[in-house]
């Protein structure tokens, strides 16, 4: 049983953590009278989930009452008192000390003495802690992560125009498939001025944290920290705050080793701080090319950065069209006319229309007869739009013993023929891999979709041969696909990396299935190749029309 004086005193210290001090001065005030026998009397500090609190100590219920407020501190300080054996108060001294509102802040205390509070036995108790913590987060799909963070982003700017710059961080800005934290860095000239003003963005449901510099905020059901620098420490807690930890910590090495000091504040020499305006003015400064956010993972890229052996990845700019996406004839919700224009819209030379074949009878694939409907309709939008290239394909399935959903009559037809392995029906990694390589054989299938077929964030991809996958894609001139869909992200970057090293050609594709995300779709499906230090040499569909002509039609004249 909690007594009342120890509820008001967790109370106040979860008052403190959100950053509300006078009501944590309150709190503390009514604890200290409690543990002196004053009884609870009064109505206490001016304040809604106070007054919640106090009910429930007045009806008898201080567990309910430290409970409730539990629920609106940032989640991994909840997590670490209900993980740790720290009580509210070790963890409330832990932020006072720290400022740390999340587990990436506690370990880099850790990981550096200055500041960091001599509790006997604490770092123990936390390096014990920290696991459980991570195992217990819920991450979140990096397309569900955009689709919050974009809003909140152009708010920002519109809320507070003495933000200079504001980008996301961590591993939402290496385009991870799921992200852990979501965080915004900004930069103002009056850090506290613009944390004020960003407690009063319209979507906010629930401040749980708020002090000069940092805010930590609830939108719907997801976490949201938003941190706000002077200009002149923007670029290198930019970059601290993107690279992984291994990361990091490699370019601090390689710092030291120039006589420099890497922290959020800047790069310092002799105590003075370097003249930093913009993040690559950092890795000029520590004598490396600049690294892209999204190979900030293993460290391995600062070794390849000092032997100047980065790749030129992929950008967005160099693909000329997408071979994959999806209308209302089968499970996409715009029509081929609207997923064309967008297409011209993105300035893209080709699109390829592949809606499902008939065995997605989920997605109301096609049969024979409406594909033959469907092959009228763009006819009659190339006479439309002649600025763009169109190409009628399918997305046809692989069947169980590894054919295609399509006889060869239909498939001859198409300008565009992408395999698809949706329906496992039970095989392990090794059938599934012969599946693949049955159909890559066909000489009228040129890319497989998907590989993996994996759907975040809940479902795990096939546990496929990778080196047989590879040969046999190389052998028969079969492309692989990386694809763009929030859902998918499949090939992952690692796996990319390991396909483009083998010396398969890939495409990028968004398969979408509405016109407004074309763009969106694709920008996450460049992103997932350059994770995997994909060049735009490695891409079908960062050719010309004729280019990209000639390689699709390789394998039907050999």
């Known amino acids: 049983m909690v007594s009342l004086d120890h509820a008001l005193a967790a109370l106040a210290s979860i008052a403190a953590i959100r950053g509300r001090q006078a009501e944590a001065t309150d709190l503390a005030r009514l604890a200290a009278r409690m543990a002196q026998g004053q009884p609870l009397e009064g109505g206490g500090p001016d304040s809604a989930s106070v007054r919640d609190a106090l009910e429930h100590l007045r009806a008898g219920r201080p567990e309910q009452a430290v409970a409730d407020a539990l629920q609106d501190l940032p989640q991994d300080l909840r997590r670490l008192v209900r993980t740790s054996g720290l009580d509210v108060s070790e963890v409330a001294a832990l932020h006072r000390e720290t400022g740390a509102t999340s587990i990436g802040e506690l370990e880099a205390c850790l990981a550096d003495a200055q500041g960091w509070p001599g509790v006997p036995g604490l770092d123990a108790r936390l390096r014990q802690a920290i696991p459980l913590v991570r195992s217990q987060r819920r991450h979140t799909p990096l397309g569900r992560a955009w689709a919050l963070v974009e ?22 800005r290496r385009f991870a498939a799921t992200v852990g934290d979501i965080e915004l860095l900004a930069a103002s000239p009056d850090p506290a001025g613009t944390t004020a003003r960003l407690l009063a963005l319209p979507f906010v449901t629930t401040v749980l944290h708020a002090s000069p510099g940092r805010v930590v905020l609830r939108l719907e059901r997801t976490e949201l920290t938003i941190r706000v620098v002077p200009p002149g420490a923007f670029p290198a807690t ?4 993107t690279g992984s930890r291994a990361h990091v910590a490699r370019l601090r090495v390689r710092a030291a080793s120039l006589g420099l000091r890497l922290d959020r504040r800047g790069l310092w020499r002799d105590g003075g701080a370097l003249d930093l305006v913009a993040e690559n003015d950092v890795y000029a400064a520590l004598e490396l090319p600049a690294i892209a956010p999204e190979l900030r993972e293993s460290g391995e890229e600062v070794d390849a950065a000092e032997r100047g052996a ?22 996409g919700r715009d029509s081929i006319a609207a997923m064309v224009s967008a297409a011209e819209a993105l300035g893209y030379e080709y699109v390829a229309i592949t809606d499902h074949s008939k065995a997605s009878a989920v997605a109301r694939g096609l049969d024979e007869a409406r594909l033959r409907q469907q092959a009228a309709e763009v006819a009659d939008l190339r006479e439309r739009h002649p600025g763009i290239t169109i190409l ?23 300008d565009v023929v992408l395999a698809s392995l949706h329906d496992p029906a039970g ?12 159909a890559m054989r066909h000489p009228l299938v040129q890319i497989v979709t998907h590989p993996t077929n994996r759907m975040l964030p809940g479902r795990d991809g096939y546990d496929l041969d990778e080196e047989r996958l590879f040969a046999a894609a190389v052998e028969t001139g079969t492309i692989l696909e990386i694809d763009g869909a929030p859902g998918h992200l499949d090939m992952d970057g690692a796996m990319a990396r390991r396909a483009v090293a083998a010396g398969v050609t890939v495409s990028i594709d968004g398969d979408c299935h509405r016109a407004e995300w074309l763009g969106r779709q694709m920008q996450l499906g460049v992103a997932t190749a350059r994770r995997g230090w994909v060049e735009a040499r490695h891409v079908v569909n960062a050719l010309p029309l004729d280019s990209l002509r000639a390689r699709l039609g390789r394998k039907r004249r050999a």
């Open 392 to 414: 009628h394909g399918a997305e046809v399935d692989i069947l169980e013993d590894g054919s295609l959903d399509f006889p060869d009559a239909v498939l001859e037809g198409l």
């Open 151 to 172: 809003p909140v982003v152009t708010a920002v700017r519109e809320t507070c125009p003495e933000v200079e710059h504001v980008s996301p961080t961590g591993s939402m």
């Open 238 to 241: 930019l970059v601290l705050l």
């Open 427 to 438: 095989h392990d990694g090794a059938r599934l891999t012969d599946r693949y390589i049955a």
């Open 310 to 331: 980065l790749p030129d990845l992929v950008r967005v700019e160099d693909i000329r069209g997408d071979l994959h996406m999806h209308s209302t004839w089968s499970d």
